[in-house]
């Protein structure tokens, strides 16, 4: 399988905001993200489809999420954090979480045009680094 987008950030070829990392699992912010605070929350190793990782590592990447759920709502204060995982976009298993405050908010409906604001991600990632 080709290296996705994902895995070449976890080797370091393409940077990213990072706000959690440890052996197996990364998290970072969405290049373009849906609220500020949008996270991407990935296994290391790469696997195509959520259902299909380990035990283990199915485990860590939902105690990862929650742990960065949980740091998004203490540091942004938001009501809400949405937790989706899709799948189609990467070929590399993944989660997003995001804050919300309204029902318009939480549906999820990715818009990937224009160039990212990584000025405004930097501070954001800044923010939530564990």
Request: glycine share 4%; aromatic share 8%.
């Amino acid at each position: 399988m080709e290296d996705s987008i994902f895995t070449k950030i976890v080797k370091g070829e393409i940077p990213c905001h990072k706000i959690y990392e440890d052996d197996t699992i990364l998290a970072f912010l969405d290049i373009h993200p849906k609220t500020p605070g949008h996270t991407l929350v990935i296994p290391k190793k790469q696997v195509e489809f959520i259902w299909d990782l380990e035990d283990k590592d199915y485990q860590m990447l939902m105690a990862v999420a929650k742990k960065v759920a949980l740091r998004i709502r203490d540091v942004l204060g938001s009501s809400y954090v949405g937790e989706l995982v899709v799948g189609i976009d990467v070929p590399h298993a993944h989660i997003h979480v995001y804050p919300f405050e309204t029902i318009e908010e939480s549906r999820f409906i990715p818009d990937p045009n224009g160039e990212p604001d990584h000025a405004a991600l930097a501070a954001m990632a800044q923010k939530l680094a564990f």
